[in-house]
């Protein structure tokens, strides 16, 4: 999963999918993958279901402590780039 961090200064540019939508659909992605309901994701990380079916929604914006708890029960890491570099 890539998420690129804006610099200071740096223009806000519209387009067509917002970073947090992009986040919320890699997560939900990686959770149907796995096999695990959004119900069982809420129960293993403590993270009440209505977060979860929002943040997947991409009407919520999330805290990266939550996250972080979040990609952990899924098994995935935040990797934070340099605009236009590619791992």
Known sequence: ?????????APHRKTSARPIN??????KDARVLQGMTQQELAERSGIS?????????GSRSI????????LEF??????VLPRGTRP
């Open 22 to 27: 992009q986040l919320a659909s890699a997560v």
């Open 74 to 79: 899924l098994g995935l890491d935040l990797l």
């Open 1 to 9: 999963m890539q998420f690129k961090a804006r610099g200071h200064g």
């Open 49 to 57: 279901i209505f977060f979860i079916r929002k943040f997947e929604q």
């Open 63 to 70: 805290r990266l402590d939550k996250l972080y708890v979040i």
